[in-house]
Each structure stands twice: as structure tokens, then as C-alpha cells.
């Protein structure tokens, strides 16, 4: 009798489960498309990948764009975790899954976010899985396409800018930019923010043109001059702030530009070798979103959420240099390569 009762009591669960109603924006899907490194140095595979299961603490992301600019394809090519590897840290979407712990004041499905992957990456593929503390609800009036440009190298100025220096009104800043993002995103929150009179280093007079658009008060070329050049630019005193979005080589002139009791902060570490002593009665760092992360979450996530927040009022503005589908994502990291990029590359994952 036990076992008849017992058998019943399985298939009444059973019809149970089978008449729950599905969760609309959940994506059912049992696989997905995602870009894969297998190879260093060989081209990127697009793959169908096996969905996993959310742990409690997760949101499964419907990913829409991803950003790219030089620093990812320098990793891509010189190593960037375990292979395979799924790359891709900087992304916007929608969540489509959620797991039993997160609430809804933190987030729900079918809402706009932007996430950062900074710890496993995946962020080039149909869906990403990310821990609740590294996705953001996307304010109003921001696209879901300038997001994924914003979120990293924004915050990261932004940090910088408002925490480890205390910045003036029409102040000297020096901020290198190269062919990657971060160094146009500085230019854009010292400038814009906090008002500074940027002198922007670059390579190349097209980047000059668009470093001043953005906001530089002037530029200058990066040459074996470049610190004689910046002293006379600043009265022969050098810049409170030195911002190194650009790496190598620029890093080892860069920090002959800090005036004495400056501060020079390094802001690519993927290109860092070595990090060059500071010159004497100078201070040096590195800045990094990703050891913010780990040493202080809170403040991670509120410099993330401000930096959203005034792209939502329109005081900084995201910069996209070209934009492709998933299945030419060779093609974008050829472009970034020939050096053709002037910010974020952007990759368009939902056709």
C-alpha cells in the first residue's frame, strides 16, 4: 500500500513540475553561440556551448554588445586564462535568469544591464553568467549600446579622479591615449567632470583631433621630447596627475611628466613588463577596476552606478570606433591590430 501510495505521491509531483509556468524572459535554450580562444595566436572559433546551471547568486545575462580595444586583443594574442577560453569582459543585455538568493530589489529578468566580467570573462557569447555584484541596472536615457562602452574605463577614471587624487578646476592633467578606450574615457571625465585642463599624449593626429573633441585643451605627440614638451606647457612644473591609459612605450617617459608630489597612475597593467621607478619626490601606481573589486565591493559597485548615472545626465558620452557581429570577430580584432580603432570596438552579439 505504501509503495502504491509512494508511486502516486512521485507522479503527482511530476504533473506538478510539468504545469509550472515558464519564466517568460528566461532564455530556454539548452546551448548557446559563443567566440572561443583554443589557440593563442590563431584565429577565434564561434562554438555552440552547453548552458550551466545558475549558482544562487547569479544572473544569466541575454548578452546584446560587447566591447573590445586593444588591450583585449593584446591579451587575446599573448594568453588570457586556461584554454579554451571564452573572452569578453565588458557587456550589455538583458537578464533572462536569476538565482534563488537574488532579490528583486537587486535585479529581475526581462531588465537592461550592463555587466563586468572582470574575473572569468565570457562575455563574447549569446549569454553570460556573472555574480550579482558585477551587473547594473542601465539608467534611462543611456543606450544598451553605449553601456557596454562605458561601464570599465569610465569607472575606472572616475575612481582615480575622485579617490586617489583630489583634482582642481583648470588644473594640468596629462592622460595618454592610444588606439584603446581608456585613455579617451579619462580624457572625458577630467575634462568634463571635474573641469581640468587636459593635455592629451597621443600617437597620431587623428587621435589628437578626437582626444580635443572630447575634451583636451591641447595635445601633444608622443616622442623622445615628450616630458621637455609637457614642462613647457605647464610653467616648467610638470602635472599633479599623470594618467598612463597607453602602456608601452610610453610608460617609460610618461612619468617624467608628474610634478614633484605628483602622482602617476598606470591604468593598462596588461602591458606592464615592469612598472618604471617614479621619478625622485614622485609617487607611481597602478589603477585596476578588477583589485578594486576585490578590496573594497561596495565601492566597486557605487563608482560603477555614479559613473552610469552621469552618463544618464548626459555629462560623459560613450565613443565607438566601429562596430561587428559575432561571426567577424577576426575581422575586429584585424582592425584593432592595424591600428585603425580610436576607442572601443564593438561587437554586436544579437542579430
Known sequence: ???????????LLKTTELLKPLNPGRRHASSFKTAIITEHAKPIEIVEKKQVKLKANQVRVQVSYC??????????????????????????????????????????VGEKVVG?????????AEECVLDIDDVFRIPTEVTTKDAAVIAYGHSL????????????????VVITAGPAGLGLAAVDVAANIYKTQVIGVVDTEERGELVRERGA???????PKLVKEILKKTENKGANVVYDAAGEPMMEHIGGCAAVGGKTFYA?????????????????????????????????????????????ESLIAAHISAEFSLEKINDALQFIEDRKCTGKVLIKVDE
Open 1 to 11: 500500500m505504501s509503495k502504491i501510495l509512494g508511486q502516486a505521491f512521485a507522479k
Open 268 to 312: 593598462s597593467p596588461f602591458f606592464h613588463k615592469t612598472i618604471p621607478a617614479p621619478v625622485p619626490h614622485t609617487f607611481s601606481t597602478i589603477v585596476s577596476l578588477k583589485a578594486l573589486r576585490a578590496q573594497n565591493r561596495h565601492l566597486y559597485k557605487t563608482v560603477v552606478n555614479d559613473t552610469l548615472e552621469l552618463a544618464n
Open 217 to 223: 585643451f591641447t595635445t601633444v605627440h608622443f616622442s
Open 116 to 124: 563586468l566580467s572582470l574575473e572569468n570573462f565570457g562575455g563574447l
Open 67 to 108: 566591447s573590445l580595444n586593444s588591450v583585449d586583443s593584446h591579451k587575446f594574442k599573448q594568453g588570457g586564462g586556461e584554454l579554451p577560453f571564452v573572452p569578453g569582459y565588458e557587456l550589455s543585455g538583458e537578464v533572462s535568469e536569476v538565482g534563488r538568493e537574488v532579490g528583486a530589489d537587486q535585479i529581475s
Open 157 to 172: 577614471a572616475l575612481y582615480t579622479f575622485s579617490k586617489l587624487s583630489k583634482l582642481k578646476e583648470n588644473e594640468p
